[in-house]
């Protein structure tokens, strides 16, 4: 039992420290990608931005959406509540209200972190180098979190906000490539580009090659990044996560997430890749990002905000 | 070894005596000191500031709009007290905190000490901080005040002076225990050297305290506060995670069918206990202040139909008021037939015609307070002051001569602490506490302040003051 405000910076601190982690992924592979020619699939950055849902946003303050203006707008811009400097900040603001229900090294590792991205925001830090940053900030939190912390709610609502977060991340970033790319029968050599970009920036090119030892193929690609369960930042991985979690919780609140959840997971544990295709990888995805959404909801009336 | 500077004659130094020589109960501490090369304690110093930072022991001050949080600064010389000096303290402060809970019930029942002709009527009754809401109320075993801070000071004739009461929601505890600690992880040979009392054990008191407080069996208890950009709040989270019970704001509380419920991950929880660290006016915007968004709405009416207790009881503050401050000798005799074991500094009252004007005749050497004002807001000390300063004070209090009292500008006593040129004396202050359930208890220890500017009688960390862990020895026969 813990008091649902509690619980809420529990879950929003985790969510907003994953949402860093992934920004700097999405940020660091458009930027890459950025350096090849248009006809390798390169450059367009309003599509990274597209997935954050700041397009709009970003457009408002710099019409020519300029690369290097779009690049500052996503890391540091203080006026952008979605740059990853913010999340960071939001992340250490949730930690520091509970600060008496984490570990101390928990509270160091988040305010050290938040302390040094203001600090490379003033000095203007090389981009790269900052992405891979974060990177290692968010690892280093999720494994002092896990090193450190107590085995209870307070656990369970740091995954919870963690694996939603991913999850809805993860739908958002596979939606915006498979736009990119096209219905298309036959992927192109442009396309090779983008689905190598899409791994790498979910950490999860090795695993293609080790699961599937072939050429990168867009259904192959998508199976992985959603139905496997044994990669970490597929939707499959997070999905299981959030069932598990869920019954854990102490109380007898919760049921609607509870069985939204359940029911997510039964739908993922047997779904088939070309029944998904079939339907348009599109159309799923849109749905599954509307089904996280429900469940994001669900678990704040039962237990953050429980009026 | 250290450049030791020595206090000027006459003032009351709690390790020096005016021959230079060393008190009895400072001689060994004195002896380690010498030993110590200065290297090493600058070390320690650093060692601790570094770990208060880590552990993030800070507080806001009012009016800095950075909104920076500081650290108090840590003094790590000891302020020692021996064992006798101590029993009279605690048995006065237990006499004393006895009679304001017998003062209050009274005030707010059959008021027989008003009837009496000690203390006038409208001295009480148009008070600001007397709430009739409590009128005819009957609290579990007649506790108001369930923890009291007595803010005590050794004069230059040795002898402790009560300086003030604090019945409404004093501070600084946690720091009585984070020094202790701090001192024990920096310096654990001295401890071994010295008998020091405990103090460790006071959150057990504490919630002890709370639950006695409640007629309800297995009571559940919450500490309320007003959220984290409030100056104290480090403390209201320790003390919370300290005593293992949920820190609450107003906004995860809510009242329904005469009890008081918090929203929690496993439904709604009812309260027993709200240990509250927010002021009277702000815990119910719909019997006190309307903007207050830190209380919890009906709460006062679940308070008076007896669904939950409050910890302290709404309206002590008449209690500590500095303008009944004065009466509290009369009330230890009216209501235990006692004399005051610790004596009040003497107190002129503006509002008596004739102390009023032997105050503006001796302002240049009195200090004049505000009758409601608190954390050394507001304060005139006249030795320091300059004459204009003295001169627009006059004037504040002709204007409103009943919102003052003075009194001499008493020498709080030194104790040697770390300054830049070395080792200096500086003017100290003593905050013990007080808890009332069934019965008292305390712990024998404190909140040491230290004025740490030159000459300065401020103690308040929001003035520059910083702390010094506070040893009782024990009686070793």
């Known amino acids: 039992m813990m ?63 300029a690369a290097g203006d779009v690049m500052h707008f996503m890391t540091f811009d203080a006026a952008n509540p979605a740059c990853i400097v913010n999340c960071l900040k939001y992340a250490r603001e949730n930690a520091h209200a509970v600060r008496g229900k984490i570990t101390g090294e928990m509270w160091e590792s988040i305010n050290a972190t938040w302390l040094e991205a203001r600090q490379m925001g003033l000095e203007g830090r090389p981009l790269a180098g900052f992405f891979d940053w974060v990177k290692e900030r968010s690892h280093l939190f999720r494994g002092t979190t896990y090193g450190t912390i107590q085995r209870n709610d307070a656990f369970s609502f740091i995954r919870l906000g963690t694996f939603m977060e991913r999850a809805d991340n993860t739908a958002r970033l596979i939606n915006v490539k498979s736009h990119l790319v096209g219905n298309a029968a036959e992927d192109s050599a442009a396309d090779f580009y983008l689905w190598g970009a899409l791994l790498r920036s979910l950490g999860a090119f090795e695993a293609y090659h080790e699961l599937y030892r072939d050429t990168l193929s867009s259904r192959r690609v998508a199976e992985l990044l959603i139905l496997r369960p044994d990669v970490p930042r597929s939707l499959r991985a997070c999905v299981d996560e959030i069932a598990e979690l869920l019954p854990r919780i102490k109380g007898d609140t919760g049921h609607r997430a509870k069985r939204q959840a359940a029911t997510l997971h039964a739908e993922m544990s047997y779904g088939q890749i070309d029944s998904i295709l079939d339907d348009g990888l599109h159309t799923y995805l849109t749905q599954f990002l509307s089904q996280i959404h429900d469940l994001g909801d669900a678990i704040h009336g039962a237990y953050l905000e429980a009026a | ?14 390790m020096l005596l005016d021959s230079g020589g060393i008190r009895p109960h400072y001689r060994d501490f004195a002896r380690w000191l010498h030993s110590q090369p200065p290297e090493t304690l600058a070390r320690k110093r650093a060692e601790a500031d570094l770990m208060f930072h880590r552990v993030g022991i800070t507080f ?85 005040a369930h923890i009291t801070g007595v803010d005590v000071i050794r004069h230059s004739d040795g002898n402790f002076y009560v300086l003030e009461d604090n019945l409404r929601v004093p501070s600084g505890v946690s ?98 206990v709200i240990y509250r660290r927010i002021d009277d006016a702000f815990l119910d ?104 300063e003295i001169e627009d004070f006059r004037q504040r209090i002709i204007a409103d001569p009943n919102n003052y009292i003075a009194q001499p500008t008493l020498c709080l006593s030194s104790c040697p602490t770390f300054v830049e040129s070395g080792i200096a004396p500086r003017h100290i202050d003593l ?5 009332s359930g069934r019965d008292i208890s305390m712990v ?34």
């Open chain 1, 3 to 65: 008091l649902s405000r509690t619980a809420s910076q529990l879950y929003w601190m985790s969510r907003y420290m994953e949402r860093a982690e992934n920004l700097a992924r999405l940020l660091d592979v458009t930027h890459s990608l950025s350096l090849l020619p248009q006809s390798r699939g390169g450059a367009d950055i309003s599509a990274a931005l597209a997935t954050t849902g700041a397009l709009e946003a970003c457009r408002a303050r710099h019409p020519q959406l």
């Open chain 2, 1 to 14: 070894m250290h450049a030791l500077t020595l206090p000027e004659s006459g003032h009351y130094d709690e």
């Open chain 2, 60 to 144: 806001a001050v009012y009016g800095d709009d950075s909104g920076a949080e500081r650290l108090i600064p840590f003094d790590t010389v000891p302020r020692i007290i021996p064992a006798s000096d101590w029993q009279t303290l605690e048995a006065g402060m237990r006499q004393r905190v006895t009679a304001l809970n017998a003062f209050l019930h009274d005030i707010y029942h059959e008021q027989h000490i008003v009837k009496a002709g000690l203390i006038p009527a409208e001295q009480v009754f148009s008070n600001s901080q007397y709430q009739p809401a409590m009128q005819g109320l009957d609290l579990p075993h007649r506790i108001y």
């Open chain 2, 175 to 272: 720091y009585m225990l984070e020094n202790r600690k701090m001192m024990m992880r920096l310096f654990p040979e001295l401890f071994a050297s010295h008998a020091v009392a405990p103090v460790q054990h006071y959150p057990t008191l504490l919630l002890n305290t709370l639950r006695h407080a409640s007629a309800v069996d297995n009571p559940t208890v919450v500490v309320l506060t007003p959220g984290h950009h409030n100056s104290a709040y480090f403390e209201h989270a320790f003390l919370a995670q300290q005593m293992g019970v949920e820190l609450v704001e107003g906004q995860d509380m809510f009242v329904k069918n005469n009890r008081v419920y918090m929203r929690t991950t496993a439904g709604h929880k009812q309260v027993d």
């Open chain 2, 285 to 388: 915007p719909l019997a006190f202040r309307g903007d207050s968004m830190l209380g919890v709405p009906g709460l006062l009416s679940v308070y008076r139909a007896g669904g939950v207790i409050l910890a302290n009881a709404i309206g002590t503050g008449v209690a500590d008021d500095k303008s009944i401050y004065p009466y509290v000798p009369d009330m230890i005799r009216f209501y235990l037939s006692e004399e005051p074991l610790l004596q009040n500094v003497p107190t002129w009252m503006c509002r008596r015609p004739a102390e009023l004007d032997h105050v503006l005749n001796n302002l240049h050497e009195l200090v004049v307070k505000e009758v409601h004002g608190a954390g050394g807001y507001g304060m005139l000390i006249g030795p320091a002051a300059s004459a204009a």
């Open chain 2, 431 to 435: 905050r013990p506490f007080v808890l």
């Open chain 2, 444 to 477: 024998a220890g404190g909140l040491t302040r230290v004025a740490l500017k030159e000459g300065s009688l401020v103690v308040n960390s929001s003035q520059g003051g910083g702390t010094k862990d506070t040893w009782i020895l024990e009686d070793q026969s």
